[in-house]
């Protein structure tokens, strides 16, 4: 997620989370930002769609959406609290105000109210990925 | 045409809290208007005042976005999969770019 989201600077970067049936994520898919903007985002629709039917086939489930504040601190903006509709999806944002060091935090977004949700890195064997 | 129509999360207070509709439906607008007809409100929420598809929904049939075909118009072939998804956007705005 932070690679993209530095990869995709000055812009703001977006992309999915899929997660299996025991809630652990599986995937970042690393979608294009439709809007083009560093101030805003929507995802690529067909992306979109291309990462449910990916997720699905793997036997996950869209559990989360990401994006970066190119110039912004991690806290989601009343935008995204605006614009979150998925109250059972994990809202997390990398902060890239410190270019040196982004912060990336999750949060759930339910009825206009925030809570964070404290990440986990986990290291698991076997990275395959099905394709 | 019978159709398998996937409901987002944020359209199921519109249907009774269904994640699947079987409807039906020669086009993709009478589809969402077989809805309708068995769920008043649905309509007002997925189609604007002049009928046509809300700007924050995209509306993939058997894995095309109909915006890109015929839109409400599109031929629903039997036995397709209509799936409805709303936008996912947000962001940082009002923007606090740095010029540093």
């Known amino acids: 997620m932070v690679a993209h989201a530095l990869f995709c600077l000055p812009e703001e970067a977006c992309g999915l989370l899929a997660a299996d049936e025991q809630g652990r994520l599986r995937m970042a898919y690393c979608l294009s930002n439709a809007e083009r903007s560093p101030s805003s985002y929507a995802l690529d629709p067909q992306e979109h769609f291309h990462a449910l039917r990916h997720a699905e086939a793997c036997g996950w489930h869209l559990a989360g959406v990401f994006h970066s504040h190119p110039f912004g601190p991690v806290h989601p903006s009343p935008n995204d609290v605006a614009r979150a509709l998925e109250p059972d999806w994990l809202y997390v944002v990398a902060s890239l105000a410190d270019r040196d060091a982004p912060v990336v935090r999750g949060y759930w977004i339910r009825d206009g109210k925030v809570q964070e949700e404290p990440l986990v890195v986990a290291v698991r064997d076997g990275g395959e990925v099905p394709g | ?100």
């Open chain 2, 1 to 100: 045409m019978s159709v398998q129509v996937r409901i987002p999360t944020v359209l199921r207070p519109q249907v009774g809290g269904q994640a699947v509709l079987v409807a039906e439906g020669a086009t993709v607008g009478e589809v969402l208007g077989f809805i309708e007809a068995s769920h008043p409100g649905f309509g007002a929420v997925v189609l604007e005042a002049n009928g046509t598809l809300k700007r924050f929904l995209n509306v993939f049939l058997n894995d095309e976005d109909v915006r890109y075909r015929q839109g409400l118009d599109t031929p629903v072939p039997e036995d397709s999969t209509l799936v409805i998804l709303p936008a996912v956007a947000g962001g940082s705005f009002p923007a606090t770019m740095q010029t540093a």
